[in-house]
């Protein structure tokens, strides 16, 4: 009888929670509703961080960091971070002025943190079948099949500000510090959503790994047939002057 009504409990709970969902996705704009998962994924990457473990890494699958150009960055942001919020401590004289600040200071601090450990823990994949896997972190995750890879190679170029960027020739950049490091060429295209929830089609991709040649190698070896740009990748150019 116990379990007979443990189930019917179980039922009434699954039933009340897909009768609220469609209220959810009613009331609550699409941006909200990301902008908080994107917040619950980072919580998670960094008790992932903590343990040193990586987020959904299948069996045969390679990983490839891409967080290198921006270590330097988020070390910085944390450390102005906390300096900021030990001095509005200690400046700001009215307590509830002063709790209000510390805690946004403390949450800003894990965020950092978090954000960080989101891209440790979430790297690009190279999966045993050739298929593709970029991610930013929490932000940002795009799957893609290896019967659509028609080339890649190494590429380096500099994309500017933003995390994404969307080209009008159908190209998708996933920047890291301001460059890309590969290009992947589709035979068609393949759908992305971006961090906010916009959606778009895009048959080429431009991405940063820390190891890029190795990343391409990874690729070659992985999807058949090869093409002349996958057997030959191309130099990086110098920087901008």
Not at 77 to 99: G, R
Not at 125 to 140: K, P
């Amino acid at each position: 009888m116990g379990a007979v009504r443990e189930g019917r409990v179980r039922t009434r709970v699954a039933s009340a929670v897909d009768r609220g969902v469609p209220v959810v996705d009613r009331v609550v704009p699409v941006v909200v509703r990301r902008l908080v998962a994107h917040e619950f994924r980072a919580l998670h990457s960094l008790g992932l961080w903590t343990v040193r473990r990586r987020h959904r890494l299948p069996e045969g699958a390679r990983p490839f960091p891409y967080t290198e150009p921006q270590t330097g960055t988020m070390w910085v942001f944390f450390f102005v971070s906390v300096l900021e919020t030990v001095v509005l401590a200690l400046v700001i004289p009215w307590p509830l002025v002063h709790q209000i600040l510390l805690v946004t200071g403390v949450y800003g601090v894990l965020f950092v943190i978090a954000l960080h450990a989101s891209c440790v823990t979430r790297p690009h994949l190279v999966e045993r079948d050739g298929s593709l896997r970029l991610r930013y972190g929490a932000l940002f995750d795009l799957r893609v099949p290896a019967t659509v890879i028609a080339s890649v190679r190494v590429e380096r170029c500099y994309s500017g500000s933003g995390i994404v960027r969307v080209g009008e020739d159908g190209s998708l950049d996933l920047v890291v510090a301001g460059q890309t490091t590969v290009v992947v060429e589709l035979t068609e295209g393949v759908e992305y959503v971006r961090p906010l929830g916009r959606r778009g089609t895009a048959r080429t991709l431009r991405f940063h790994a820390d190891d890029p040649r190795a990343m391409v190698a990874a690729l070659v070896e992985s999807a058949a047939p090869l093409t002349p740009e996958r057997t030959a990748p191309t130099s990086p150019p110098g920087p901008p002057a």
